[in-house]
């Protein structure tokens, strides 16, 4: 199988970020990222390339996403600013058909409920706790999920995510599409499910839980 192939990621230099460069690297592919500092980027390899720019400026997704085949996005945000993670996924999305780019990895949070989940009391207390605590976060992740799903030309899947730990440890994964498995995931291990479905067509169009 040809992974000589060029990977976008955003959010490459955040935690969960730079395992899925080193992941795709140990697995043939290239890599290029966006990044607001490059001086951030701490591992260097031949076939990692760095954009300089912001994930706000439309023509800085343009310049990342040419000559790739696979978009990853893992753009975070502290909590306190305003959220822009659907206008940053429209604009991805808007710029992946104009250049012919087909597949697309994002994730999210647990706490996002959407049509066919079937959540457990205590996760969907969870979910409610979140949109009370973190109400514009929560209303604009909806909004991604309302662009995502209304986007049929894209493949895409939209992993959704417990409490993520920083570490190498890996464990058994599990999946759902209708709740939340577990509590935990390791970025070591969120890099390589989405690693495992940049070729798989199991999960497009859909929003699989994961978790330990």
Partial sequence: MDH???????????TVGRHIATRAIQQGYHVRMLVRNPERVSYKHDKIESVQGQIQEIENIRELLKDCKVVINTFGQPTKEKPIYSQVTKNILDVMTELNITRYIGVSGGSLTISGDNKSLVNRFGAKLFELLFPGM???????WEVLSKDKHIQWTLIRLPFVKDSLKTKKIKESLT???GTKITNQDIASFIMEHVEN???IHKAPFISH
Wanted: aromatic share 8%; net charge neutral.
């Fill in 4 to 14: 000589s192939y060029k990977i976008a990621i955003i959010g490459g230099t955040g």
């Fill in 138 to 144: 929560m209303e604009d992740k909806k909004a991604e």
């Fill in 179 to 181: 709740d939340m498995p």
């Fill in 201 to 203: 067509t199991k999960y």
